[in-house]
């Protein structure tokens, strides 16, 4: 069973902080990323967590029905069954979903897990992202305190984020706006652990100056140490410590993730890097290919080259080689808990 149940999710989470390591998180969008993604997993016999965005449950769902939640649900019954193959324990998670598409895109997706659960079988979703960054803080953390108990009564783990990650994912655009919440405060982070711990379990993607998106050398300023001292204000106090999540790991330095992972981070998120993976491949085989891609001249081309799993097969090559070197850089490599837990 390697979509593990919630208690091996738990587990798993647990074990990452424990061990001082982090998952790898990859957006997929299509069967050829979640192969992908399974296939590096399993040859770095690493755990990991594969994430739907809305923007990906949309395009999965087909361009004339682009229902974010009905392709997150085709996308994660997918790897349902795709994941039996494997073994590895990979997670399902959905990343950002803004307050206003809490009912469109989060509601529908518990309800789905609902259903499953009332026919015996675990959760849709392992965990969920609730991104209300855009909002106060204190509606931010209101409206994180409702979803924490929506998730928890189905034993679905939430991703909270507080302070606003920059750039631009998924067509949402921070570039510019909100430069005073890239960096999380400590008193952000103690408000957030009172008040989301009594309620269920949760991560948290604080911000440390991380972008969404890959940038040159030297434009982006990470400060891990941001994350020292939340975690420091809530150990004073409470004696415990939080669950991080980095996003925007794409393009990170390694020092600073393995920073990152020092101060609790047991997720990062990788987005841009495995599109890049995917995408290069596929176009140096057009590059190469011309001549059999297109009907030159009253040619007929070379099916052989145009025949879409050719192509494909490299871009799904491409994801599992850079998400091999992210289990590497992570630490993961070579810790799965499959048949352990
Ligand atoms: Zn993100």
Do not use: W
Not at 3 to 25: C, F, H, N, R
Not at 182 to 198: F, G, I, K, S, V
Not at 228 to 243: H, S
């Amino acid at each position: 069973m390697p979509v593990p149940t919630q208690e091996q999710y738990i587990k798993m989470l647990d074990t990452a902080k424990s061990e001082g390591y982090a998952y790898p998180a990859i957006n997929v969008t299509t069967l050829e990323v979640i192969n992908g993604a399974l296939k590096a997993f399993a040859a770095a016999k690493s755990d990991g967590i594969i994430q739907v965005s809305l923007g990906g449950g949309a395009f999965a769902s087909g361009s004339a029905v682009k229902d974010a939640a009905l392709g997150a649900i085709v996308l994660a019954e997918a790897v349902h069954t795709l994941a039996e193959q494997y073994d590895v324990l990979v997670a399902l998670h959905t990343d950002h979903c803004q307050a206003n598409k809490v009912d469109s895109f989060l509601r529908p997706l518990l309800e789905a897990s609902k259903k499953r659960i009332a026919s015996g079988k675990g959760p849709l979703f392992n965990s969920h992202m609730l991104d209300a960054s855009d909002l106060p803080m204190e509606q931010n953390l209101a409206l994180s305190k409702q979803m924490l108990k929506e998730c928890a009564a189905l034993g679905i783990v939430l991703e909270v984020e507080i302070g606003v990650v920059g750039g631009e994912e998924d067509g949402v655009d921070n570039s510019g706006a909100h430069a005073d919440k890239l960096y999380t405060t400590p008193a952000d982070m103690l408000d957030t652990y009172e008040a989301l711990n009594p309620l269920g379990q949760f991560m948290l993607a604080a911000t440390f100056g991380n972008v969404h998106g890959v940038y040159k050398p030297g434009a982006v300023k990470l400060e891990p140490k941001i994350l020292r001292d939340g975690q420091k204000v809530v150990a004073d106090q409470y004696n415990d410590d939080m669950r991080l999540v980095f996003h925007g790991g794409s393009g990170s330095e390694l020092a600073d993730i393995r920073e990152a992972i020092s101060y609790g981070v047991i997720k990062m998120n990788i987005d841009t890097d495995t599109q890049y993976a995917f995408s290069k491949p596929i176009m140096l085989h057009m590059a190469q290919n011309i001549a059999g891609m297109l009907k030159i001249d009253g040619e007929v081309g070379n099916k052989k080259v145009y025949d879409p799993r050719t192509y494909l097969a490299k871009g799904e090559n491409g994801i599992a080689e850079r998400l091999q070197v992210a289990a590497s850089d992570l630490l993961s490599e070579g810790k799965t808990l499959f048949g352990k837990i």
